[in-house]
Structure formats: structure tokens, C-alpha cells
């Protein structure tokens, strides 16, 4: 059973950073895929990036010169690193992975900006 568990969202001023973290409990490698979504209050869960195990990545418009997505094979870790945050960036932020034709989940971490 794949388990994603994300950590390290909070509460920031418009303009602050905060970094994400997701564990897993396997091998990054044997994932085609790991990332973030997110999702604010009634609205759909939408893409924010990911990282493959060779390192490529891939960013939303949205998002873009303010969001890093990385990855430490080793520690099986997958990072967000978000910085100049806004106030339409609070959402709840999930972790995904993605191992074959099957999507994985983490149960989501809370990021507010506040302005």
C-alpha cells in the first residue's frame, strides 16, 4: 500500500515562502510521476507540478518563478518550495504519485496566505 504523507504548511503574509514536503513509503523510482495539486474552496483540484526520478520537471502558468518542485531519492522525499506567495495561493495542497496507470494521494496540507 502507497503512503503519501505531506507536511509543512502554515499560515504566511502575502509575499512570504513556505516549503512543502511529501514522504513516501517506497522508492521514488518506481513512481513515473510525483507532484502537487491543490485545491482552494469550491473549486476543483487543479495541477501545480511535478518531478519525474531523473529529475525533469514540470510547473503551472500559475505558478511559475515562484514554485520549485524537487525531489531527494534517497530520503524518498518530494519537496515544494513556494515562494512570493499570494492570497490566491491559499488552498489545501496535495501530493500525488502516479505508478503506471494508478494515482496516489496524500490526505493534503493547508496553506493561507493572508494580505
Known amino acids: 500500500q502507497v503512503q503519501l504523507v505531506e507536511f509543512g504548511g502554515g499560515l504566511v503574509q502575502a509575499g512570504g515562502s513556505l516549503r512543502l514536503y511529501c514522504a513516501t513509503s517506497e522508492s521514488i523510482f518506481s513512481f513515473n510521476v510525483m507532484g502537487w495539486y491543490r485545491q482552494a474552496p469550491g473549486k476543483q483540484r487543479d495541477f501545480v507540478a511535478f518531478v519525474t526520478p531523473e529529475g525533469s520537471t514540470n510547473h503551472a502558468d500559475s505558478v511559475k518563478g515562484r514554485f520549485t518542485v524537487s525531489r531527494d531519492n534517497g530520503k524518498k522525499m518530494v519537496y515544494l518550495q513556494m515562494n512570493n506567495l499570494k492570497p490566491e495561493d491559499t488552498a489545501l495542497y496535495y501530493c500525488?504519485?502516479?505508478?503506471?496507470?494508478?494515482?496516489?494521494w496524500g490526505q493534503g496540507t493547508q496553506v493561507t496566505v493572508s494580505s
Open positions: 500525488y504519485a502516479e505508478q503506471l496507470t494508478t494515482r496516489y
